[in-house]
């Protein structure tokens, strides 16, 4: 799946920021200053950064919104689209800049930092929606992950996320049943 690189930028911040929530390990990863910065050294926006407390508590705000995203079908994922860039008063506009190509900014770089990454997410979910990629929104199978990804795979086989190896975890214990069940 080939998306730009602006849409390709706001779906790995949303997965980012999303995969901050506390899951099975129970780690709320988006609490303090360091967590926001630690965010945005893999995640950068551009425009005003505060780096406050009342900043990570706006960002760590709008994780269950996006994470709804990730718990519907395709039709049901517009309107949760269309109320977060009508939250975010979303504009889109054309900007260049930082050596990337002509691309979309939805929000201006004075809005919240909170806004900014909730439009943009919605902005790249809906060149999902719009090239009916929606079955590549998808939530980790391993039995004790609820991370979520987006399948960037050519033949959209991906079936578990980044966050914990959880790939090689499934692989490891799928080979060991196997040993004991061959064994017994």
């Known amino acids: 799946m080939v998306f730009i690189h602006d849409t390709r930028q706001a779906l790995i911040a949303a997965v980012s920021l999303v995969n901050t929530l506390p899951g099975f390990d129970g780690d709320d990863r ?76 939805a929000a201006t770089d004075d809005a919240p930092l909170a806004t900014r990454i909730m439009v943009e997410a919605a902005m790249g979910f809906v060149d999902v929606i719009r090239s009916d990629q929606w079955s590549r929104v998808r939530v980790c199978s391993a039995d004790d992950c609820d991370s979520v990804y987006i399948d960037y795979s050519k033949n959209g086989s991906k079936r578990y996320c980044d966050e914990g190896n959880c790939g090689n975890r499934m692989n490891v214990n799928a080979y060991r049943q196997r040993k004991a069940s061959e064994s017994a």
């Open 30 to 105: 988006m609490q303090t200053v360091a967590d926001l910065d630690a965010y945005l050294a893999i995640n950068p926006y551009t425009g005003d950064l505060r780096r406050d407390d009342a900043e990570v508590a706006a960002v760590a705000a709008i994780r269950p919104r996006l994470r709804a995203l990730w718990g519907v079908s395709r039709e049901q994922a517009v309107p949760l689209v269309n109320a977060m860039l009508r939250d975010g008063h979303a504009l889109p506009q054309l900007a260049i800049h930082d050596g990337y190509d002509w691309h979309i900014h």
